[in-house]
T-cell receptor
Framework: GNSVTQMEGPVTLSEEAFLTINCTYTATGYPSLFWYVQYPGEGLQLLLKATKADDKGSNKGFEATYRKETTSFHLEKGSVQVSDSAVYFCALNPSNSGAGSYQLTFGKGTKLSVIP | EAGVTQSPTHLIKTRGQQATLRCSPISGHTSVYWYQQALGLGLQFLLWYDEGEERNRGNFPPRFSGRQFPNYSSELNVNALELEDSALYLC??????????????FGSGTRLTVV
């Protein structure tokens, strides 16, 4: 079946440090890949996405590249801020999910804390 | 534009009772998804409704059910509550396929606590 594995947190970084959150997936075909962010007390927000191999999704300084050969979609940011403190979820939508299904499989989430 | 709204924000129930959670999607969105976010388990897909019909359900027992109304709002009902049903229940909406893979829009969730 489909699955997403994220590095376990929590991750604690100092402001302006480099961030990497690893995400690998298992799926047949060519799934679409997503990163969602959940700020304290809020629902999930789509951060970025990639729909095919070698695509790079980017938003708010975050980037992730769809690597088919390593089945990975690692999230990176060059310089984190305190306001980036949140839980980050990697997710996939399988390519065989059926027209309109759009049912996502999520990783367990990685909590990031950025300290001044 | 109003986002996805869920009510109530918090709900405390006793084991064996029933809980009803509500979700209003973004205007123009016809699909509603329910997810359970239990501590340490990430998000687990519960149910998908589109155009008033249940289209798919996740690996949950039948006591988890719901419906979608003509205005596309949705209810999630959990019967015979068990302690392990305590979780954050998230609702998400999106337009029907054909409008691109823009991702879901999530609500802020209902925190259900079973005591």
């Amino acid at each position: 079946g489909n699955s997403v594995t994220q590095m376990e947190g929590p991750v604690t970084l100092s402001e302006e440090a480099f961030l990497t959150i690893n995400c690998t997936y298992t799926a047949t075909g060519y799934p679409s890949l997503f990163w969602y962010v959940q700020y304290p007390g809020e629902g999930l927000q789509l951060l970025l996405k990639a729909t095919k191999a070698d695509d790079k999704g980017s938003n708010k300084g975050f980037e992730a590249t769809y690597r088919k050969e390593t089945t990975s979609f690692h999230l990176e940011k060059g310089s984190v801020q305190v306001s980036d403190s949140a839980v980050y979820f990697c997710a996939l939508n399988p390519s065989n999910s059926g027209a309109g299904s759009y049912q996502l499989t999520f990783g367990k989430g990685t909590k990031l804390s950025v300290i001044p | 534009e109003a986002g996805v709204t869920q009510s109530p924000t918090h709900l405390i129930k006793t084991r064996g009772q029933q809980a009803t959670l509500r979700c209003s999607p973004i205007s123009g969105h016809t699909s509603v998804y329910w997810y359970q976010q239990a501590l340490g388990l990430g998000l687990q897909f519960l149910l998908w409704y589109d155009e008033g019909e249940e289209r798919n359900r996740g690996n949950f027992p039948p006591r988890f059910s719901g419906r979608q109304f003509p205005n596309y709002s949705s209810e999630l009902n959990v019967n015979a509550l068990e302690l392990e049903d305590s979780a954050l229940y998230l609702c998400a909406s999106r337009k029907v396929a054909g409008t691109g893979l823009g991702g879901y829009t999530f609500g802020s969730g209902t925190r259900l606590t079973v005591v």
